[in-house]
């Protein structure tokens, strides 16, 4: 019962990162520009 | 043994491709610490990013700071000493994250909140006396928790490039991995973080599941697993067996842990509180759940494939690493699994692998300097001086204490001699701060009767988690050990059941005190928008 369970908790998890990690890898990048881009607007020097 | 040590080491693939490699990636996180530190405008930017940060580069940059190289150091080394079995580790952490991000328990109030630590919130809801204190204990467990992590990257570089065979490869390793740390956290705060963490996020997911692959088409999956059971036994798979080394207790621990990582660690919820919104905190927990199971999963793997490799396809590896009954002292286990990956990974990718881990290296000692640096500024000093201290004097200390830090971290790697796991030495370390954290952030967000007592007492209890500690355990005799053949002969109480025992006794005193000394003033209770 273990084995099965360890089996397909690894593989699950692995396929489920390897998704992940394509999408975050095209929106993490298009999240750097904005992000760059509203402290570039930013003029508040103080809290 | 030294000898052996060093002849095995020596046999990596690592060679001059990977070299350029790693120093390749190295030049870029000193270039992006220079390139943004000219958007560091003021406090909020500096240590929160602006909260503007977007959901893809939230998951990204948690994910870049909960897996780390001491991560995946400690988890190899759970792999290799207690098989499939340590795999519950993961399961705990990647439920109870999932579940952090379906109900945006404690982190989507604090976000609410618009807190930058989580010393603010006690103030906030309880007093400036709770905020000090809270600062006191979360900057000590914090920075003991951290003590061990210089150590344990360099223990990576150092078996997978074959440093060891030349005398003082690790304190040089250390030093020089901490100066390019301190270079990039220093200039650019969490703008230059959170860019780092996404770029190692690219390059550690690559090298996970390239390497992953390649441990699988080497060993082959069933193969691992008859070999575990044929060595092991059904210890090797069940977590809850007396032989596996983990048990009942240890379990629970680990469930209380995988909220404490995600929802109480500071450095993960310093990520929830630089988001955009509360929806994207839910939907950034909900997806990290998948790192952070995988961020225990792979590495555990990999330790497990280091085992089997030293069992059936390198027999000297074998007698150096895996302990036999009555048998001579083996090298450290924290070695087997960068020894293992040098042994099978080709050319040009163990340099990828190796630029990937210190990517990981470098991105949790960026976040975890920032934050508790941020933290003795922040809810310690400046709650102290009142409204004398400017912005540009709390980043400048800030800078100052990333670096006081960073040198204790130096030392503390050189001189602590315990023999705990690096796990449960985190564990321990950390409870000093989370045990009464949880008590505070589960009172204080949800309960009207909550009081500033109750909370300051909660907070100081967290101390008793020292306890757990291998060194302290031996030196109050809650442990003994026989010095001839360095066995336990006898244990009260091990560390996960200190740790247990802490998180109940913290929350009964939170209680037991509000309910006696209740505030004169009550303040109100958060809610979610």
Same mark, same amino acid.
């Given at each position: 019962m273990w084995q099965q369970l360890w089996t397909f908790l690894f593989f699950g998890a692995l396929g489920i990162f390897a998704l992940m990690s394509l999408w975050v890898t095209i929106g993490g990048y298009r999240d750097i520009k904005t992000l760059l881009q509203r402290l570039k607007d930013d003029t508040s020097e103080e809290e | 043994m030294e000898e052996a040590f060093s002849q095995a080491v020596s046999q990596t693939q690592f060679g001059t491709l990977d070299w350029i490699i790693v120093a390749l990636y190295l030049s870029i996180s000193v270039f992006i610490g220079f390139g943004v530190k000219k958007y560091v405008r003021n406090m909020s930017t500096y240590l929160g990013a602006g909260r503007a940060v977007g959901t893809c580069l939230g998951i990204a940059t948690m994910t870049g700071t909960e897996m780390g190289l001491i991560t995946v150091m400690y988890n190899a080394q759970k792999g290799f000493t207690g098989g499939f079995a340590a795999f519950h580790i993961a399961l705990a952490a990647g439920i109870v994250t999932f579940f952090v991000g379906l109900s945006g328990f404690f982190v989507c109030r604090l976000r609410d909140m618009k807190v930058l630590t989580i010393p603010e919130f006690y103030e906030k809801r309880f007093d400036r006396k709770t905020r000090i204190l809270g600062g006191i204990m979360l900057a000590l467990g914090g920075i003991l928790n951290m003590g061990l992590f210089l150590k344990v990257g360099s223990m990576f570089i150092v078996g997978i490039t074959g440093m060891s065979a030349e005398s003082q490869a690790l304190p040089w390793v250390m030093t020089l991995l901490l100066l390019l740390v301190l270079v990039y956290t220093v200039l650019g705060g969490m703008i230059s973080v959170i860019i780092t963490d996404y770029v190692q996020f690219v390059v550690l997911s690559f090298g996970i599941l390239v390497t992953t692959y390649i441990c699988i088409q080497k060993l082959g999956w069933p193969h691992i697993m008859d070999t575990l059971e044929a060595t092991r036994g059904d210890s090797s798979f069940n977590p809850l067996d007396e032989g596996s080394g983990f048990g009942w207790s240890y379990v629970a621990w680990m469930a209380m842990l995988? /909220? &404490?990582?995600?929802?109480?660690?500071?450095?993960? &919820?310093?990520?929830?509180l630089a988001m955009e919104s509360t929806q994207a905190v839910k939907r950034q927990y909900m997806w990290s759940s998948a790192s952070f199971m995988i961020r225990f999963l792979i590495p555990c %793997?990999?330790?497990?494939?280091? %085992?089997?490799?030293?069992s059936e396809q390198a027999p000297e590896l074998g007698t150096l690493f895996i302990p036999t009954e009555g048998g001579v002292e083996t090298a450290n286990n924290l070695y087997a699994m960068p020894i293992f990956l040098g042994r099978i990974l080709p050319a040009g990718l163990v340099g990828l692998i190796t630029a990937a881990m210190i990517a990981a290296f470098m991105s949790t000692h960026d976040s975890y300097l920032l934050c508790w640096s941020s933290v003795i500024t922040q809810d310690i000093l400046a709650p102290m001086m009142g409204r004398t201290l400017s912005t540009k004097a709390r980043i =400048?200390?800030? +800078?100052? %204490?990333? &670096?006081?830090?960073?040198?204790?971290?130096l030392y503390w790697g050189l001189i602590y001699e315990g023999s705990d796991d690096i796990w $449960?030495?985190?564990?321990?370390?950390g409870a000093v701060y989370f045990t009464g954290a949880f008590? /505070?952030? @589960?009172?204080? @967000?949800?309960? +009207? +009767?909550?009081?500033?007592?109750?909370? %300051? /007492?909660? /907070?100081l209890s967290g101390l008793t988690a020292l306890l757990g500690l291998d060194p302290i355990q031996r030196m109050v005799g809650l442990k003994v050990i026989d010095p001839e053949t360095g066995e336990?002969?006898? =244990?009260?109480?091990?560390? $996960? =059941? &200190?740790? @247990?025992?802490?998180?109940a006794a913290s929350l009964a005193i939170f209680v037991i005190a509000s309910l006696l000394f209740?505030?004169? =003033?009550?303040k109100s209770i958060p809610t979610t928008s």
């Open positions: - | 995988g /909220l &404490v990582s995600c929802a109480i660690w500071p450095t993960a &919820v310093a990520r929830a %793997f990999w330790g497990i494939c280091a %085992f089997v490799y030293f =400048q200390l800030t +800078r100052l %204490f990333i &670096v006081l830090i960073g040198l204790y971290i $449960d030495y985190m564990n321990v370390t008590s /505070l952030l @589960l009172g204080g @967000l949800y309960w +009207r +009767r909550a009081s500033s007592t109750g909370a %300051f /007492l909660a /907070l336990v002969t006898r =244990q009260i109480m091990t560390g $996960d =059941q &200190v740790g @247990l025992l802490t998180v209740p505030d004169k =003033q009550p």
